[in-house]
């Protein structure tokens, strides 16, 4: 059964730092490239960064370049988002997926989703 359970959010000032974690069952990392989204309210859902261990390709939005990285560790079949220099528009939930699409546009055609985890970047 394919699971994939994202942790890590929470509140955090202006600037500061947090990593979220997408740890991942039923599957290997190299089978699917994962992809981290955000949707912030009334907003539409965002891509923000994915990543292919298949062909080593990593994508991030223009929104977050510089700002965030994103990081596997196969042996914990984890994958990490680093978001550093946070702003308060990185406010959203964060969902992490799984699919079979990480290219210059981004993620694309997820098959599986986690249930996401909130991030508020407020003073």
């Known amino acids: 059964q394919v699971q994939l359970v994202e942790s890590g959010g929470g509140l955090v000032q202006p600037g500061g730092s947090l990593r979220l974690s997408c740890a991942v069952s039923?599957?290997?990392?190299?089978?699917?490239?994962i992809g981290w989204f955000r949707q912030a309210p009334g907003k539409e859902r965002e891509g923000v960064s994915c990543?292919?261990?298949?062909?080593?390709?990593?994508y991030y939005a223009d929104s977050v370049k510089g700002r965030f990285t994103i990081s596997e560790d196969n042996a914990k079949n984890t994958v990490y988002l680093q978001m550093n220099s946070l702003k308060p528009e990185d406010t959203a939930v964060y969902y992490c997926?799984?699919?079979?699409?990480?290219?210059?546009?981004?993620?694309?055609?997820?098959?599986?989703w986690g249930k996401g985890t909130l991030v508020t970047v407020s003073s």
């Open positions: 997926a799984a699919g079979f699409i990480c290219s210059g546009s981004g993620p694309r055609g997820m098959d599986y």
């Open positions: 990543i292919s261990s298949s062909d080593g390709t990593t």
């Open positions: 039923g599957f290997t990392l190299d089978y699917y490239a």
